[in-house]
């Protein structure tokens, strides 16, 4: 088993001002639209990560020069050309956005990543491209390892999917739409699109970028072929990865301010404020950022987590140390995140003695005392945050593999014990 962190008890109310480091949703799409644009351009503060990283990496290896200056990525597009290969880790922004750029480049590009990306779905992308006539080799399983084997060019048009599973098959094939030759207009055809905020996203970065984006008609999105501008983009703070700061306040009736929280913003983690509001704590905006207050009490919630469903581990946390019951739903679609994180969530949750069970899309979680004990974090870095949030009112909760918080916080140890130690200094 990998090494234990002895997630710290919160001996006092939590106090403290945190700043956290850029989201991984605006990196890696601004990594995208800046390798595709006309010029060169800046990613801003952008985050630093596994996730990011592996994206820098994967445009790199398709010809996009991008360099270290100072706290920014210069990024210089080129002839996108393999072969190549991409190491996808377990990112779902890196497997689902990268096979369109591919598709653009000349020769093949290997996509591969760790065991559990072979079992997240992909098919939304393969067979959209497919479908726009690209020529793919996956054996026949839609799913990773696979390659793609750009004619460097896609001609574009309209495509069907279905994106019930992730809303990434949607933004992956926008993000690259505007350099398809006809642009591209995607119909999604299943049941509900998860994430939407994400979408939401995509499609105000690509505008933000030059492309001409009609999102008007539900279910469906058209982007005009056209040059992006290369450009400044500043990316904003993580905000989801800010949620385990804020439960921190909420849980110890402490206050915690994250910094340089943005006034409009796509973040799903913008929802935190209004979720953890009827959970019991108060937010207020000042220069200095957001602050979330605790009330002393803690209430359990009813929330519909689908277009927010990445904010499901950390609200599970609160939830279950909340003075009444919670009902999770929307989110049957995390089965197929970095781990299937509701089964994950009960069988740890329930280990440390807790009460909560699965429904069809979400969680049913009925507070009771907790007892220290080993959390299994499954390589999915909000289970870990999720478990140190636990570990502020439950002495001896032990997280494995909490490094695996690299993927979106590398240094998520080094911020939380400095939150904890700014109350006593
Ligand atoms: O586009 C993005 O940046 C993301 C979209 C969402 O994916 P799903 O739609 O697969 O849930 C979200 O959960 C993920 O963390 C990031
Ligand atoms: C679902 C997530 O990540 P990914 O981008 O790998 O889908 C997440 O960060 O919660």
């Not at 991409?86 to 750029?101: E, K, Q, S, Y």
Request: proline share 6%.
């Amino acid at each position: 088993m990998s090494a234990l962190w002895s997630a710290p008890v919160a001996s006092a109310p939590v106090t403290a001002t945190v700043e956290v480091p850029g989201s991984k949703s605006v990196t890696n799409r601004a990594l995208v639209l800046a390798a595709l644009a006309g010029g060169p351009g800046y990613v801003r503060r952008p985050l630093r990560s596994r996730d990011t990283l592996l994206m820098v990496a994967g445009l790199r290896s398709l010809g996009v020069v991008i360099e270290d200056r100072g706290d920014d990525w210069y990024v210089l597009p080129g002839r996108l050309a393999g072969p190549a290969v991409v190491d996808c880790g377990n990112a779902g922004t890196v497997m689902r956005f990268l096979p369109p750029v591919a598709a653009l480049a000349a020769g093949p590009v290997r996509f591969d990543g760790d065991p559990r990306s072979y079992e997240r779905p992909l098919d939304g992308v393969i067979n959209a491209l497919r479908d726009l006539g690209t020529r793919i080799d996956d054996e026949g399983e839609a799913r990773l390892p696979m390659t793609v084997l750009g004619g460097g060019g896609v001609e574009g048009g309209v495509v069907r999917i279905d994106a019930s599973s992730s809303s990434q098959f949607v933004s992956a094939l926008l993000l690259s739409g505007p350099r398809f030759n006809l642009g591209v207009e995607v119909r999604h055809t299943g049941t509900s699109v998860p994430s939407m905020t994400h979408i939401a996203m995509t499609v105000d970065m690509l505008r933000a970028a030059g492309a001409r984006v009609d999102d008007g008609e539900p279910n469906v999105w058209r982007v005009a072929p056209g040059a992006l501008l290369g450009r400044d983009m500043v990316v904003e703070p993580d905000l989801s990865n800010a949620g385990p700061f804020l439960a921190a306040a909420l849980v110890t009736g402490g206050s915690v301010t994250v910094r340089d929280w943005p006034e409009h913003t796509t973040q799903p983690g913008d929802r935190l404020r209004s979720i953890f509001t009827t959970m019991g704590g108060s937010c207020t905006r000042t220069s200095a950022g957001l602050t979330l207050t605790g009330g002393g009490a803690v209430h359990g919630i009813e929330a519909d987590l689908h277009d927010v469903g990445e904010l499901t581990p950390v609200i599970a946390a609160v939830a279950a140390l909340a003075d009444g019951p919670s009902r999770l739903t929307g989110v049957a679609h995390l089965r197929l995140h970095e781990t299937d994180r509701l089964a994950a969530l009960v069988k740890e949750i329930n280990d440390l003695g807790g009460d909560v069970n699965e429904i069809d899309d979400g969680l049913e979680i009925r507070p009771r005392a907790l007892h220290g004990g080993v959390f299994h974090t499954y390589d999915d870095h909000r289970l870990a945050t999720a478990a140190a949030v636990l570990g502020l009112l439950v002495p001896g909760v032990e997280v494995e593999n909490v490094a695996t918080t690299a993927k979106t916080l590398p240094d998520f140890t080094g911020m939380w014990t400095r939150m904890l130690s700014a109350r006593r200094g």
